[in-house]
């Protein structure tokens, strides 16, 4: 891989010209340099050691792994592919039993939670807002948008874009995500009987959702959704391997690799999707073609909507939200904030459009692979599907309304349970500015300037929270089970001020893409579910594929 060439090219020096030859001078003044050179190496490891020294006391509080000085635990991935990598820390962390672990990557401090109580102190804050130095490299691909910025910048973005993921927004959005889900059915059809990846057509499908709904632009005239979904899918393993090489992770070594080249390349790609959204949105917006929204919405379905109903944020309805109000959806808005006092400029349009554009697709389509995956190996539970979508829907071919999401219970808690089992954000990054003092622990002190992982995968398979934890049982998900936990342990779209602002826009989506698909097929996969290989590029993937077969149903008779 690419490291070995980044090693290469570091190690090639250039070749001296023999003729220059060795002087008496040049020997006099390279022993004058080696006299420096060793004092100075020596006081530089003495400041850098004493510079560390409270750190290294805090981290020695922490269980977990040290590894080696300069490398920490990095030499543990070397050679190794995503998924081996995924599969060896998650056991690590599974086998020690430790809420709280540290892990060195280099020379910097990572420290892994899987307390619920220790998580809320980091997620729930309003303090510990910033995100780890690991985010900056999305910089290149999405500036300094949502999902990376931090301070003043975040918060007026945040107040900005929250709003256009409202409940009223996102139901005026229903007749489109039929329309795009009828399109993507249609072409799954033409996979009859055969065995395909379920992943092509739920990223290429997410895409034009997007497009349509959030930046209002007609997929017609954007038709590389597909190739803009596998650019994407790229740069998230590009991005990942930076992550866990301490060598990549420096700029100067990262832009000597024939990957950076790589990078580029997909850039221009991905940059070249998401210019021409914002191009042709600006010309009908500039002609005055905008989009308002004018729907009403109630409390009980704004909380319909929520994955965890004891977590509030900004994007839960407050009371002067209900009722009608004329809205705009996102980049009409962003366009909007352009002209209007919030005074967004192009290039802060240009970050959201990449960040959401990113954030929104391959979330949701590695959520609906997930969901459609695991359907395939539990036959039994896809028949309770049957018997609920049969009783809303009959044998209509109606589309789906926002009513029926409401009444989609037993729907919605399998897709609850495949985001514990399966969260497309296996992990958060935060760096804290403070000293952190944990709940569970108060002997373990968090020191300020590390990176603190919030393991949603690990904190999901916790068999303390989730008693047989890879056992896919919808009932997890039952109220009164809901009511007994902790509300920071289940957070596939995070928590707190931070968290996901596309979380109900995603659940409404889903809902309806897939209990439209789940009406018209049966889903059949080979797999068992305990052989799925995962791997975590950002977004958690099986390495594998999403292997599933269609086999059209024959509706009211699902049952047997
Ligand atoms: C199943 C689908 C989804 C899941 C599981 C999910 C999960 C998450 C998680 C865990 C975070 C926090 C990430 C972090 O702190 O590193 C996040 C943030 C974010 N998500 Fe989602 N997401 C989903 C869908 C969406 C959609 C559909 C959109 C937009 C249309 C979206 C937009 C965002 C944005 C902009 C942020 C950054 C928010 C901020 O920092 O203020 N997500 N999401």
Not at 89 to 108: C, F, N, T, V
Not at 376 to 404: N, W
Request: proline content about 4%; hydrophobic content about 40%.
């Amino acid at each position: 891989m690419s490291f070995a060439d980044a090693l290469e090219m570091v190690a090639t020096t250039p070749e001296i010209n023999p003729e220059v030859g060795a002087t008496e001078t040049v020997s006099a003044s390279s022993s004058i340099f080696w006299y420096l050179l060793v004092p100075a190496i020596s006081l530089y490891i003495f400041y850098y050691w004493f510079s560390r020294r409270r750190l290294n006391e805090m981290a020695s509080k922490i269980p977990g792994l040290d590894g080696f000085p300069v490398l920490g635990v990095a030499h543990r991935f070397f050679g190794k592919t995503h998924d081996e990598i995924f599969t060896e820390l998650m056991e690590y962390i599974q086998e020690s039993g430790d809420k709280a672990g540290k892990l060195w990557l280099g020379p910097r401090l990572h420290v892994y939670l899987l307390d619920p109580r220790d998580i809320e102190i980091i997620l729930g804050s309003s303090v510990h807002l910033d995100k780890s130095p690991e985010y900056r490299f999305f910089e290149p691909w999405l500036g300094d948008g949502l999902l990376i910025t931090s301070g003043n910048k975040w918060r007026r973005h945040r107040k900005i874009i929250a709003p256009t993921f409202h409940l009223n927004v996102l139901k005026s959005f229903v007749e489109l995500f039929n329309k795009n889900t009828h399109d993507v059915i249609e072409r799954m059809k033409k996979q009859h009987g055969k065995t395909f990846d379920a992943h092509d057509f739920m990223s290429e499908c997410t895409v034009e959702i997007l497009m349509e709904t959030a930046m209002g632009v007609d997929k017609k005239g954007h038709k590389n959704g597909f190739e803009y979904a596998m650019a994407v899918m790229k740069m998230s393993n590009i991005l990942h391997t930076r992550h866990i090489n301490p060598f990549l992770r420096l700029n100067w070594v990262f832009n000597l690799t024939k990957t950076s080249k790589e990078q580029v390349k997909l850039l221009e790609t991905i940059h070249g999707v998401t210019n021409k959204i914002i191009e042709n949105k600006k010309k009908d917006f500039d002609s005055g073609q905008k989009r308002y929204i004018t729907s009403s919405s109630t409390k009980e379905e704004d909380s319909a909507l929520s994955a965890n109903k004891g977590l509030k944020d900004d994007l839960d309805a407050h009371d002067d939200d209900i009722g009608q109000k004329k809205r705009l959806a996102f980049l009409d808005y962003l366009l909007e904030s352009r002209d209007n006092g919030n005074n967004f400029t192009e290039d802060e349009i240009r970050e959201e459009v990449n960040t959401i554009m990113f954030e929104g697709h391959d979330t949701t389509a590695a959520g609906s692979s997930f969901f459609l995956s695991v359907m395939g190996v539990h036959p039994e539970i896809q028949d309770k599907i049957y018997e609920e979508l049969d009783a809303i829907f009959g044998d209509s071919d109606r589309d789906c309304t926002f009513q029926d999401t409401l009444e989609m219970k037993y729907l919605e808690r399998c897709l609850l349970e495949s985001l514990r089992m399966y969260p497309p954000v296996p992990l958060i990054a935060r760096e804290i500015k403070k000293d952190v003092r944990l709940a569970s622990n108060t002997n373990i002190v968090l020191p300020a300037f590390s990176t603190i992982i919030i393991g949603t995968y690990a904190l999901h398979r916790d068999k303390d929270i989730f008693p047989n934890p890879d056992v896919f049982d919808p009932d997890n998900f039952l109220p009164e089970k809901q009511a007994n936990r902790h509300y920071y342990s289940y957070i596939p779209f995070s928590a707190g001020p931070r968290s996901c602002v596309g979380r109900k826009f995603a659940m409404l989506k889903l809902k309806i893409l897939l209990s439209t698909i789940l009406r018209k097929f049966r889903i059949e996969a080979d797999t068992e579910e305990k052989d799925f290989k995962l791997q975590a590029d950002l977004i958690l993937k099986r390495a594998d594929g999403f292997p599933i077969r269609l086999v059209p149903r024959n509706r009211g008779k699902a049952i047997a």
